[in-house]
């Protein structure tokens, strides 16, 4: 696996899903190499509802489900952002103000397998409702009943270092919204972008390239830097670590060696193995946020 890029096709046409396999095939000599299918629910808070508990904003969830992992999003806006703590604590005491808060805004957690989170839910009898169900008690086509969104494409490849899922947004009531296209480079598990939004010149341009020729086509890239990604990975027992593993490295340096400093060490959040998945999931859920869908 390898590093990601997001894009999204607002206006694809109905037959967009088509266009673009057959541009890929065409013109990138692509292969088809399966199905892509990922859903997509969102949760909010209820606890306004408890007599005598007030709350001043509920809290939303998001989950996204790829292959056997699920993808929580948790939000909170009353609680502090990891940087906001950062910025109150004076030198030296930031590890100490990072154990204050009991949770912060973002919450994003791996779990398995699907469908254990509703069941908890459900025995817990926790106060979260699903938000925009369909209105119609029979499940569309391609729907699973309770599916909120779907996306809904395929997988090609193209040579050995590329691949490229496009799929399109499909509501509860089966409307299409748009298209989501990712394009993956395998041989880097992570790339250090110039840009500060995190953006990547070589993944624009392929994404760009697989997009048929349609007049007034509107593409938007989805990108997150590595600093925001950083701060939503860290938590409590992470920021712990960090601290070891200052302390262990001051411990161990060796004046006798030196011109090694400039490789990087693999880190947690690179684009390898389920950490692409759960960077490419978040990317997702926080394009269809922005627009509103979910």
Partial sequence: MGFTGLARWLNAPPTGLQLVRDNIALNHNGQYRGKWHLSVRSYRSALAQIVGFQVPAERTMCTLTMDDNVFVLLEDPVAPSRADVLAVAPPGQEFIYLQGPSHFRTTFLTLRPPGALEQLLAQLKARWVSVRQSSSSVPQRGQTGGQQLLIDGHIFSIGTDWLVRVGNVVLAGGAVKGMLLEAEYLPLPTLQ?????????????????????????????VTISDTQWEDVLLTREDAEKEVEEVENKEAEEDVYASGYEHVPDKRAGDWVGVERDRRSAYLIMGALRSEGIL
């Fill in 193 to 221: 972008s110039p840009m500060a939004d995190g953006t990547s010149e070589l993944l624009s341009n392929l994404l760009l390239s697989v997009l048929p020729n349609v007049p007034e086509a509107k593409t938007v890239a």
